[in-house]
């Protein structure tokens, strides 16, 4: 089992840059692919980024690439999403996730979730 908590969420102008922490407790972190979710009022649970158990492939959402990187220490047991030029339409709550298995799948097929940090961007 792994329990993740966010951090690092906040309120920033349009065009500016936030740093996004999962930290991971539990055993074995290394082995859980990890991605981050986001998700705005009235809309679905959106796969921004996922990234593989060793951080050698990653993939994002079209709308946030070469925005957003994803990355990971496994030494730490940390994720981290960062995330520059930022847009009014990247408000949301921002999830971490785990799953074992594929690096690929929608949010059911994640098993471990986070609370969620909220990402405000002002136009």
């Known amino acids: 089992q792994v329990q993740l908590v966010e951090s690092g969420g906040g309120l920033v102008q349009a065009g500016g840059s936030l740093r996004l922490s999962c930290t991971a407790s539990g055993r074995a972190f290394s082995t859980y692919v990890m991605a981050w979710f986001r998700q705005a009022p009235g809309k679905e649970r959106e796969k921004v980024a996922i990234i593989s158990w060793r951080g050698g492939t990653t993939n994002y959402v079209d709308s946030v690439k070469g925005r957003f990187t994803i990355s990971r220490d496994n030494a730490k047991n940390m994720v981290y999403l960062e995330m520059n030029s930022l847009k009014p339409e990247d408000t949301a709550v921002y999830y971490c996730?785990?799953?074992?298995?594929?690096?690929?799948?929608?949010?059911?097929?994640?098993?471990?979730w986070g609370q969620g940090t909220q990402v405000t961007v002002s136009s």
């Open positions: 996730a785990a799953r074992l298995g594929q690096i690929a799948g929608d949010a059911a097929s994640f098993d471990y």
